[in-house]
């Protein structure tokens, strides 16, 4: 069984930064892309940032220059790096991951708050 853990969300100030970081554990032949995404009280879950196993990467237009998507294939673990953060960005932030062998399956984590205050 594959499970995706969320941590690093938290209370931060408006302009404050912070770092989430997904470990992904559990019987692991392969990961394609791994994904931030993000749903706020009210209004649908968006995609925030991804990241390829070759390490491409694209962003939320709303997002772009502020935040940035990292993975360590070794570690199974993605991050994202929040910074010049706004209360808009006040969500909780969840992981997804691409993971199989021949068949990838797609796998979401349990979620991180992360909250900006003005």
């Known amino acids: 069984q594959v499970q995706l853990v969320e941590s690093g969300g938290g209370l931060v100030q408006s302009g404050g930064s912070l770092r989430l970081s997904c470990a992904v554990s559990?019987?692991?032949?392969?990961?394609?892309?791994m994904a931030w995404y993000r749903q706020a009280p009210g209004k649908q879950r968006e995609l925030v940032a991804g990241?390829?196993?070759?390490?491409?990467?694209h962003y939320a237009e709303s997002v772009k220059g502020r935040f940035t998507i990292s993975r360590d294939n070794a570690k199974n673990t993605t991050y994202l790096q929040m910074n010049s953060l706004k209360p808009e960005d006040t969500a909780v932030y969840l992981c997804n991951a691409d993971v199989g062998d021949y068949v990838l399956w797609d796998y979401w984590g349990q979620g991180t708050s992360v909250t900006v205050s003005s």
């Open positions: 990241i390829t196993s070759d390490g491409s990467t």
């Open positions: 559990g019987i692991i032949f392969r990961m394609n892309r």
